[in-house]
């Protein structure tokens, strides 16, 4: 059978240039903002027509940072603890055959630049700085929505936040719109499973690298550089 | 911007060897049981571990029927009557600059088979028999369902159904478990447009051709052929 070409018509501008620290699904953190910026040969006003009709849209993206030569029919979800495997058709994983991306993310608004033509402004967007677009489509609710949908081991944990601490001094390098943005992606957990260990992680966002520890459910950030 | 190659995992198996005739968005007709029939290479019963936890599956497809090497900017939505353009990223028209087609379907079970492995069945599917499947993901309700979405253009006319009117001699030709689906899907009213002619249009459906005409709201099949 066989293969299609793809190529992106934009990009997303995020506060997230590494993988890490990144909401592991769209819609955690609704006051992350990404620019979806249109590549050149793409900046075509007119397909946009419309758009401000629609609260929502999907980005059809590529897990550009998660491809691999092989393919592994199983994953092992953060959400189980990073111990179990499911397979990779029962997951959102990066690593699949095609690391084609999904994420719903709200459109705020649209903005008319000059170097870069209009750019889609979008809440809640879980990807990483620079992440290639492949498409954008309308969110239809009567054919996309389905609220009571079972979704199995993937409903486990998914309200656990952590606590976090983060001393004001620390926090005070961070632009003010930006602060409560940071502190809810550090409670989403960016471990990447449910260890206790003393180890110092960094989160890197909006231009500051954040460091921080875990204990007892709690995130204590221990330092904010650049 | 780097290009991206995909190669299908799957394809599907519907009753609808032709795109005309197809639903127009996934869910509409929800006794259309398609077969994800996995290939070879994919063949790989640990790659679906954990997917009967879930309800609803996405399916990420290749408009294959769609690729064209030029792309428009805008297009004409039939739920607009096909008079009105809107741009291509505020629509869901398969002629998009990435083919790409994205579908929620619920998971009605698998099926085990000699000759093709663990085969997914699942119902609502929009698509073409023999469509390419890039890529199968759970539906996961918290982060994919938002019912109050708005969707401004694209909500207009979508409670509108033909009524249908099949003789009984006529729909005896199609197998019994199949009729219901028939009548369902014309009255989707597969016309390209909201337009008043007398013209006669064949869906070919479960390897039967169906010929009818629209008049007063009301579709007329005239014929059931094979």
């Given at each position: 059978m066989n293969e299609t070409v793809f190529r992106p018509v934009a990009v997303i501008r995020t506060d997230?240039?590494?993988?890490?620290?990144?909401?592991?699904?769209?819609?955690?953190?609704?006051?992350?903002v990404g620019r979806v910026v249109f590549l050149p040969a793409f900046r075509n006003p007119d397909a946009l027509r419309g758009i401000g009709e629609f609260s929502h849209l999907w980005l059809l993206f590529d897990f550009s940072l998660s491809h691999r030569g092989e393919w592994s029919p199983t994953v092992r979800p953060?959400?189980?603890?990073?111990n179990t495997r499911v397979g990779v058709f029962a997951s959102r994983s990066p690593?699949?055959?095609?690391p084609i991306g999904l994420s719903s993310v709200r459109l705020l608004g649209t903005e008319e630049t000059a170097a870069e033509g209009t750019v889609l402004l979008v809440g809640g967007a879980d990807l990483v700085d620079g992440t290639p677009i492949f498409d954008i489509k309308p969110y239809l609710p009567f054919t996309?929505?389905?609220?009571?949908a079972a979704c199995g081991y993937a409903?486990?944990?998914?309200?656990d936040r952590l606590a976090v601490e983060c001393p004001s001094e620390l926090l005070s390098r961070i632009p003010e719109p930006k602060r409560e943005t940071l502190l809810a992606c550090l409670a989403e957990d960016p471990?990447?499973?449910?260890q206790e260990d003393a180890r110092v992680y960094t989160v890197s966002f909006a231009g500051a690298e954040v460091s921080f520890t875990v204990s007892d459910g709690t995130l204590h950030v221990t330092d904010i550089g650049s």
């Open positions: 997230f240039p590494q993988k890490f620290g990144v909401p592991r699904q769209s819609g955690r953190v609704p006051s992350l953060p959400r189980l603890g990073g690593f699949r055959p095609n996309d929505a389905h609220p009571d409903d486990a944990h998914r309200e471990r990447p499973s449910y």
